[in-house]
Every structure is written in structure tokens, then in C-alpha cells.
């Protein structure tokens, strides 16, 4: 890999500008919020990222919400109608991409902003010449098939197989991933390259002081955070049951949960889970605030004895990244993901299990001590630039290689 990579950077040394590397805003419908973190994570990292050789460039819409240009300040941002759904270039779009297999008009537009590689974005059909790289966030159909349609089966794979073949490297964030995807990738398997995310806190988003946020949110005494969607996966039920046993047991912890409140994929889930909580008398242990800004959820992880995250699946849990840059305590689920992860300062836990759960919140919650938990958060603070760096300089590699790749 050193190799290419030394032949780009000869390739590009005499150019004036950094390579463009775009990203094209698939997150018009914002419920997917770790996802959305995840990009502008990627994109503020390797901004920060000294002796850059690529720039990365947000791709919108020309109808998109205003307010993602604040959000995505840092970086170049491109507007284009293109991807604007009913737009007469949108359906001119669609008919040359049937017509010819290619997308043409944004090939074009591409062209016009110097974006040489796209990233994270599909991809422009097998005749482009503008290379790409394709992110799979995870392979939760494959284990938790249960969870999908016949239909959305299919089309993740239909997907999987068109991101292989269609894509100069493929992208994912974990090993474990990694190894799920090699199996019936073929001669594709050596286009799979692991990125494991580390996440910035969008480098220190102003956070509320405590007293604010406990006034905001009503707050009284300690309490865990489970700062996960309310999707089924997700597995906040284990928690629910192993509040359930502490409090028949006499033991009192108080979890708050932000979030969003609806799973599409199971309309039901929340209301069946919400009357869990009503039915067992839980409602001052268990309170969901719904989803919160982003600065909010920062101070109330800061403010928490520890961070939860019980999930049955994750590609690379945003959560627990977070508490491992904030340096908190994590009680998480020990499906093989949480165990790559590997926060320092994890408590792990049988995720089907609710008696190992409870066994869990009770250690954070007897064991915290605010004193070696703010040394905590300062080591994590320190180690933090050294480990963003490393992650910034993983993803430029990969994009020098999908260039270089495309060149040989």
C-alpha cells in the first residue's frame, strides 16, 4: 500500500489544488442520526488532518434544508438540482442511467466541481471514470433476517453485490464485518478495506453546563445514559427487564434514553416497549427523551455514571465510540463488534440475559467515583487528536488507492 501510495502523491505533487473527494447528502430524511454523525465526523476528522493531500466536498441538493450548510460549514459545499427528486434534471437523470447503464448528468456535474473520487455515495455505473468507494454500514440483514421484508432482503444483498462489483474499494468499519463480507465476495473480497471510525464529539460541540441540562430535562440524581434509537434491534427491552428485577429487588438506577422514538421497520416496537415500562412500574427509572441535540446528549454522557449500549447488532456502534473518546464507563452488549470496540473502561454483558444486564448497571452504578472519572475524561481527551489523526490518515489512504487503482 505505501508503494501506490507514494505513486499518487508523485501523481498529484505538482498540482495546485488537493484532490476532491465528494460526498453526496443521503441523509435527507434525518432518523438515521448515527449515520449522519458518522459523515460529518469523517469529514471534520480529515479536515483537521495536517499535510492533507484530498478535500473533502459535501453534495447536496438544491432544495435541501438550508441549514445543512451550518451543519456541514467546514467543508465545500455543492449544490446541485440533479438530486433534487422530481427536478427536470433528477428525471433526465434516470432516463440516461436506464438508457445507458451510467449516470451521466451527475458524471457531469461532478466534472464541473474537480470531484475526482466519489465517496460513500454509490456509485456512477461500470462505465464511469470518476472512481469510487462505497461504504457498508453493516450486515445486520444477514444476522437479524428476521427484522426485514423478503424485499429488503434482497435488495441489501442486491446491493452488496453491486457495491462490490461497481466500486474501486468497498468500506467497512470493523473486522468483523469485514470477514462477514469476504465470504462469497469472489476475486471482489480484495477491494474490502476496514476504516474503524473514531468519533471527534464533532470536536468538542459546546455542551450545556449541568444545572442547564438538568433544568431542561428535569433531571434529579445519577443516572446511566442509553443514547440509542428505539429501533428492535437495539435491545433496549434487556434493559427494561433488568430494571425490572433491581427495583423488585429493592435497588433503584435510573436510565435515560435519547433517541428517536420510531422503528420502521416494527411500527409496534415502541409502544409495546413503553407499556413494559408503564406495566412494571418503571416510568421514574426508565424515561426516554426522544432525540436531543446533538451538544445535549454530549453533556448528558459527560454527566452520566456510565453509557449503555445493549444492542443485538451494530456495525460500529457511534455510541460507544463516543464514550471511549469521552472516556466514560460503557456497559455493552458482547456481541463480537462491542468486543473489537474494546472501551477501556467496558462492562460487558450477555445481551439476552437481563440478570447479567442488572449485574452490569449495578456495578457502573455502585463503582462510580467522580474523581477517577473525570481523570478518565481527561486522559481520553488527551489521546484524543493522536487517535483522530490515525483515522483520517486511514481513509486518505484508501482514497489514493481507489485513485491509483483507477489509473492503472
Known sequence: MAGRRSRICRLVSGWCSLIRVGFINIFAVREWLGGLNYLRNLLLAVCGLENRTIEPVFITGGATDPNIEDEFSFAPIVRTRALDRGHPLWCLRKVLIHAFGSDLVLRGELKRNDIAVLSHSGDLGLAAHIPSIAWIPDLQHRHLPHLFSDQDLAMRERNIARALEANSRVIVSSETAASHLRCGAGENADKIRVLRFVSGL????????????????????????????????KNHAVIVDALRQLNDDGTRVSVLATGLMRDPRQPAHVTELMDKVSGHGLTELFRPLGVVPYADMLGLMRDAVAVINPSLFEGWSSSVEEAKSMGKVVVLSDIPVHVEQAPGRGIYFDPHDASGAADALVKAWSDFDEVRDQAAMSEAARQLPARLSAFAENYQSIVLEALDASRQ
Open 202 to 233: 464533532l470536536h468538542g460541540a459546546a455542551a450545556p453546563p449541568r444545572n442547564v441540562l438538568q433544568a431542561r430535562y428535569q433531571i434529579k440524581g445519577r443516572f446511566l445514559l442509553l443514547p440509542n434509537q428505539f429501533w428492535a434491534h
